[in-house]
């Protein structure tokens, strides 16, 4: 089993007297076409080295263009977006600045809401706050806005002209109570505040009582009774 | 130098190719490994014929692994076949290669291995991945085929 028998050696001998086919010349290019493929890329010939210098250089000059190119290409996309994102979030701001303007011409309307007292506190509070609702709503503040000014000018509905303010005040109702201690020392401050229409509500309350007694049984009470 | 290498080189591929163009595609690939590892020819270790010789050889087992699956196969004792040498001597050369390109894909492999390259059982084991008992197998299988083929010549 391990021996070779004669007749495999005789078969042996027979296939090395088989003639072998002449194709060398295809099988040669063949062989050629498999060494340039991969050789191309580092020399560029089989034979010689010479063309490997002019080769290099080529292929160096070539890479950098192509990352040029990249780079170029990445640059101009960036720039691209850039504008696009500065422009697509100015459009929206410009918006807003006319809708804060406006908010400038209603800070009376709305100060008066708080009667003539606060109208200092109340008016950074409204400033302090729009700014803020600029970023966040800056479209719906202004419509309503533009709509309590035309009110006020018509008839004295000042009712709906401070439930509109106040639904914008909403997170300020905290200052409220501040703005009742201040509101005896400040409306004499605060004539110059055209929305006078307003004080009428939340005076009526307090008229009855004198500047004096109001300072001083308002503030105290009022405190201790919250806390 | 391929020129001079290409009759040597050509005829160990046909012992192990079935046709004409897979011995060309096996020679075409072998020799484009031997002038890629030219270098690392060690002249030290062997002539340069041996050294393609293995080249090519080792092209050609690829191929056949690629095309041909060796199922594990255990055989410690065979019969060995008698044929008579008479008709493998009047016989020609091209018609008992083709007796051999007849034998199963991996038959044919062991038995060129074995019976004309001179390896072993252990080195064709290494060779095809497959244990000692399985190359005898194949060596056993290719006898009895080959003596039936050799023997219906003589009909």
Do not use: C
């Not at chain 1, 020399?43 to 192509?66: L, T």
């Not at chain 1, 011409?105 to 007292?117: G, H, I, L, T, Y």
């Not at chain 1, 201040?182 to 004080?199: C, H, K």
Request: hydrophobic residues 40%; proline residues 8%; neutral net charge.
């Amino acid at each position: 089993m391990n021996e070779i028998t004669p007749y495999e050696q005789l078969i042996a001998e027979k296939l090395h007297q088989v003639p072998v086919p002449d194709m060398a010349d295809g099988i040669w290019s063949s062989i050629e076409m498999q060494l340039d493929a991969p050789a191309d890329v580092p020399d560029g010939s089989d034979g010689s080295g010479a063309p490997d210098v002019p080769n290099a250089p080529a292929q160096g000059s070539v890479s950098i263009f192509k990352g040029i190119g990249w780079y170029g290409l990445a640059g101009i996309v960036a720039v691209v977006v850039l504008l696009w994102w500065y422009f697509g979030h100015k459009a929206p701001e410009k918006h807003e600045r006319p809708s804060v303007v406006p908010p400038a011409v209603e800070r009376p309307s709305v100060v008066p809401a708080p009667v003539e007292s606060p109208p200092a506190p109340v008016e950074d509070s409204h400033t302090t706050d729009k700014p803020g609702k600029k970023k966040i709503v800056p479209v719906a503040p202004d419509e309503v806005k533009k709509d309590t000014v035309l009110f006020r000018g018509v008839p004295k509905d000042s009712v709906r002209v401070d439930s509109g303010a106040r639904q914008n005040l909403l997170p300020a109702k905290t200052d409220s109570s501040s703005l009742q201690k201040n509101r005896i020392p400040i409306p004499d401050d605060d004539p110059g505040y055209a929305p006078l229409p307003v004080r009428p509500k939340k005076p009526k309350g307090v008229k009855g009582i004198t500047s004096d007694d109001y300072k001083i049984s308002a503030g105290k009470d009022s405190l201790k009774k919250k806390n | 130098m391929y020129r001079q290498l290409y009759g040597f080189a050509m005829a160990i591929a046909m012992r192990y190719a079935i046709d004409e163009h897979e011995a060309a595609d096996i020679l075409g690939h072998a020799f484009v490994k031997m002038f890629r590892s030219i270098h690392s020819y060690d002249a030290t270790k062997g002539n340069f014929h041996g050294w393609l010789k293995k080249i090519v050889i080792n092209e050609s087992l690829d191929h056949i692994k690629q095309r041909s699956q060796f199922s594990n196969l255990m055989l410690d004792t065979a019969e060995e076949p008698h044929v008579n040498n008479d008709i493998i001597e009047r016989t020609d050369a091209a018609a008992i290669l083709e007796l051999v390109r007849q034998l199963p894909r991996a038959t044919h492999a062991v038995f060129v291995m074995y019976a004309i390259d001179g390896y072993t059982h252990k080195e064709i084991a290494a060779q095809l991945n497959i244990s000692e008992g399985t190359s005898k197998w194949h060596l056993s299988e290719a006898r009895k085929i080959l003596q039936q083929k050799i023997n219906a010549l003589k009909i």
